[in-house]
């Protein structure tokens, strides 16, 4: 199936670039997203060793330890996850663009920190704003050293637009352009509307579990007066679109925080260790702040890591269903799911899921508009051509606003029609909560409906 045209899909291009290639590379098994997920926690840290160089070797192994505990206590659902992979390009973008204010071959290092910027774009648009920023400050630091600043400008624009160009004609030769055009005009603006969080919610979560961390480096910071050079507030300014970009995104998943936290995290480090070296209630903070992180949130960040518990009864139990059901289902099998593990288990079986709709959200939610309806109906066509012997149906809801199976009930049509057409052969419910983060939680339950025919 070709992206956007078959599958229809929200993720934009740089999505599958990376992927495909840590897949190409690592394998598509467990073990090769675990390695993944941490080869961007490396390259996150390797960047803050660049940028915080100068400054401090500590700040950045702490920013970095940290960042990685909070990463890792998020749980096994935050791996790999699409907002650690911009995390990592925006903290390398950084550190080209520091070696390039440093006068270390400055084209070519504010070309590769523009592009870095670039390639989060073909994954989240949300970082735009600070691209365009960084390169006018760089920019005008050069017009200030009486440099050729239109020369430098010119190559930062082309790397910061080189990348999505590139998405564009990897969707034309995919013949997939208009598809995405239409999902990009319709589709994400509807999804970006469901799930949203309250201001209080984002703001209360942006910075957890290092808020209280923030609060003495706020107090910190008057009695500390950092030089406001051009790169802190380079480094700023990324805080505060850091910040933008998780409250724009609105759900507040824990992912959706890293590169606010990966900046932070290295910023207040290095404000800390800078700390020590005073006297007084300076010194006192900062002693405050990094014991809290190191005698407090890490050892309960490993202990909690330590805890969980990576079983996956749902996609065990179904495995064993579909393959009672006879060899012949590649094709033949539609799940009504989102992350609640029938499409995982299609996967791990490689089994073709018979239509390109992976996702149930925009079916069954009540907040239903004219870009729903087109959903609907467009799956109603595919659903009818494909008309698939098993539909597999989780308790699963995406947004929380119609969970459990009675989220058919949003949508009567095809309730009825898997009724009159389909029976229902079985139905599995987990025997007990599994810990895959902070908390237990039930795994999803799910029911198999065979064709009568």
């Known amino acids: 199936m070709k992206p956007y045209s078959d599958i229809v899909d929200v993720n934009l291009p740089g999505s599958y670039l990376f992927e495909a290639g840590a897949m190409k590379v ?11 997920d941490l080869f961007l926690v490396v390259l996150v840290g390797s960047a803050s060793l660049v940028i ?5 070797f500590v700040a950045s192994i702490l920013a970095t330890s940290i960042f990685f505990l909070i990463h890792a206590q998020d749980g096994i659902a935050q791996l790999g996850q699409r907002d650690l992979l911009i995390a990592a390009l925006l903290m390398w973008a950084y550190a080209a663009l520091f070696c390039a204010q440093d006068g270390n071959r400055k084209y070519l290092f504010g070309f590769c920190s523009s592009a870095c910027i670039g390639l989060t774009l073909t994954i989240k648009p949300t970082f735009l704003p600070l691209g365009i920023l960084l390169l006018l400050l760089a920019t005008r630091k050069l017009q200030r ?3 050729s600043a239109s020369r430098y400008f010119a190559g930062g624009l082309a790397g910061l637009l080189l990348p999505p160009l590139c998405s564009v004609f990897w969707l034309m030769r995919m013949k997939s352009l208009d598809a995405f055009c239409k999902i990009a005009t319709t589709l994400i603006p509807f999804h970006a509307e469901l799930g949203r969080r309250s201001f209080s919610y984002l703001f209360a979560h942006s910075t957890e579990p290092v808020t209280l961390v923030c609060a003495i480096w706020l107090v910190m910071l008057p009695l500390l007066r950092p030089r406001l050079t051009l790169e802190r507030i380079e480094l700023l300014s990324g805080i505060g679109v850091g910040f933008a970009a998780y409250v724009a995104q609105g759900k507040g998943y824990p992912y959706h925080r890293y590169p606010l936290l990966s900046l932070l995290l290295l910023v207040m480090s290095m404000d800390f260790i800078d700390g020590l070296a005073r006297l007084g209630a300076t010194r006192i903070l900062a002693v405050v702040a990094l014991s809290f992180q190191c005698l407090g949130l890490a050892p309960r960040a490993a202990w909690l890591v330590h805890s969980f518990r990576i079983n996956t009864p749902l996609e065990q139990a179904l495995s064993l269903e579909l393959a009672r059901l006879g060899p012949q289902l590649d094709g033949q099998v539609q799940c009504l799911d989102t992350f609640g593990g029938c499409i995982n288990t299609l ?17 069954f939610t009540p907040h239903q508009n004219e870009t729903s309806a087109r959903y609907r109906t467009a799956f109603w066509t595919a659903f009818q051509a494909a008309q698939p012997k098993v539909i597999v ?4 809801f995406c947004f929380g606003d119609a969970g459990g199976f009675a989220k058919l009930n949003n949508w009567p049509v095809l309730q009825e029609y898997i009724v009159h057409r389909y029976n229902e052969t079985s139905e599995w419910n987990p025997a007990q909560p599994q810990r895959w983060w902070a908390r237990y939680e039930l795994p999803s339950s799910f029911r198999i409906y065979t064709r009568k025919d």
Do not use: H, P
Request: hydrophobic share 30%; glycine share 16%; with cysteine.
């Open 26 to 36: 690592l394998g598509g098994g467990a073990l090769g997203w675990r390695i993944y």
């Open 52 to 56: 915080a160089k100068r400054k401090s």
């Open 145 to 147: 050293a009486g440099l």
């Open 347 to 363: 996967y791990y079986l490689r089994l073709t899921q018979s239509t390109g709709y992976l996702y149930d959200c925009y079916l």
């Open 393 to 396: 149906i989780t308790n699963q």
